[in-house]
């Protein structure tokens, strides 16, 4: 019994800050996302509507479809970890109240589903198309890719000589 009591005490120890690291990592996504989704929304309300199917270059998508593809592809990053096939919504058109709506819709479902994220849930490895991936490499993907097509948006802003607004971290 002494035997079994030290190794549960062991195990729990080991563990610990395993469970503690997931823990400060899905505080840290939070607290990204929700400055994400705050300054996604301020980059697409700068575009004014009738820019909102401006494109660089012909085969680079519109400002528009930009915002629903960071928007869309919040629901991609998360949806192994519910082990359904990603199947985002879309907008009820790229008019830029639409696409606006989209994006807080989309951010807040995110923040509810990370929220919800156990310390087992992030650390386990999913099949993704990329291979596999650990639930925090899932994690700092979706910020990633969320903070490369902001930024496409704001060369979009740039190039109609829209100053982008402040930076946010």
């Known amino acids: ?14 563990a610990a800050p395993a469970f503690s690291q997931t823990d400060d990592l899905k505080s840290e ?3 990204h996302l929700k400055t994400s989704r705050d300054f996604t929304v301020k980059v697409a309300e700068a575009m004014p509507e009738n ?8 085969p680079q998508m519109s400002f528009a479809q930009q915002m629903v593809h960071l928007a869309s592809g ?6 192994a970890f519910s082990g359904e096939k990603p199947n985002p ?21 995110a923040i509810n589903t990370v929220s919800n994220l156990t ?33 496409s948006g704001e060369m979009y802003l740039r190039a109609k000589g829209i100053p982008p607004p402040e930076y946010e971290f």
């Not at 919040?74 to 949806?79: I, S, V």
């Not at 925090?136 to 993907?141: E, N, R, S, V």
């Open 74 to 79: 919040l629901d991609y990053f998360l949806a």
């Open 119 to 151: 310390p087992e849930q992030i650390s386990k490895t999913y099949k993704s198309p990329e291979g596999t991936e650990t639930g925090a490499d899932l994690l700092l993907g979706l910020l990633d890719h969320s903070t490369h097509h902001r930024a």
């Open 1 to 14: 019994m002494f035997k079994f009591c030290c190794l549960a005490v062991l195990a729990g120890a080991i």
């Open 29 to 31: 996504v939070l607290k």
């Open 89 to 109: 919504p879309k907008p009820a058109s790229l008019h830029k109240s639409d696409v606006i709506a989209f994006i807080k819709s989309q951010y807040d479902k």
């Open 51 to 58: 820019d909102y199917d401006f494109k660089l270059t012909p």
